[in-house]
């Protein structure tokens, strides 16, 4: 099956700062690569998301890219804010039955 | 509030009690699923219905778990003779796919068993 790897576990960064979330997944099939924002004690919330179609996606401080021959996707959060803490998931999955493999989270920590 | 509501938000037992979860997801959605998630870990797929039939099941799903979508709409997940391994949140989401895989979560519901 999919194995998502999420690295680095906590990323602590400065108010303005930009924040890098790397993840490599296994199974070259997976076509629909997802973000998720999950703040304590509240709900995962899709932020962002991909499809291999594509290797870059941006939605104003937040951009998506993808390499597909490496099996890679990373998040990028530019001028970071307290708000932007949080643990951010990824996740991979292919067309079918969607059933997304979810990373292990990244703990972001934006100190004002 | 027009999201996935889950209910209830909070649930305490002891070990060896059943107990049982329900999902309502957005109106429409045909797609709904339902995932476990422990501290320090992304959520981990238990499960997923198309309307009410019920296409896959996870490994993690022991045969003391049960779910159902008996009319296509709401869910429960079922888990009988709760063991303290079981404490975690349940979390479900639902999709409008096969048009877009776009998933909407909950807000899950915490299990605790002593």
């Known amino acids: 099956g999919e194995n998502v790897e999420q690295h680095p576990s906590t990323l602590s960064v400065q108010e303005g700062d930009s924040a890098v979330i790397k993840c490599t997944y296994s199974?070259?099939?997976?076509?629909?690569f997802p973000w998720y924002k999950q703040e304590l004690g509240k709900r995962p919330q899709l932020i962002i998301d991909i499809r291999s179609n594509v290797g870059e996606k941006k939605d104003q401080r937040i951009a998506v890219t993808l390499n597909k021959t490496a099996k890679h996707f990373s998040l990028h959060i530019t001028e970071t804010q307290p708000e932007d803490s949080a643990v951010y998931f990824c996740?991979?999955?292919?067309?079918?039955?969607?059933?997304?493999?979810f990373g292990r989270g990244t703990s972001l920590i934006v100190h004002p | 509030d027009t999201g996935v509501s889950q209910n209830p938000r909070h649930k305490i037992t002891k070990r060896g009690q059943n107990v049982t979860f329900r999902c309502d997801p957005i109106s429409e959605h045909n797609r709904l699923y339902w995932y476990r998630q422990t501290l320090g870990q992304g959520p981990e797929f238990l499960t997923y219905f198309q309307n009410e039939a019920q296409l896959e099941k996870s490994r993690l799903l022991s045969d003391r778990f049960s779910a159902e979508r008996p009319k296509g709409s709401f869910s429960t997940l079922e888990i009988q003779r709760t063991e303290q391994g079981d404490s975690a949140m349940y979390l479900c989401?639902?999709?409008?796919?096969?048009?877009?895989?776009?998933?909407?979560f909950g807000p899950g519901t915490r299990l605790t068993v002593l």
């Open positions: 996740a991979a999955s292919k067309g079918g039955s969607y059933i997304p493999t």
């Open positions: 989401a639902s999709s409008p796919a096969p048009s877009t895989d776009t998933q909407y």
């Open positions: 199974d070259s099939a997976s076509n629909y």
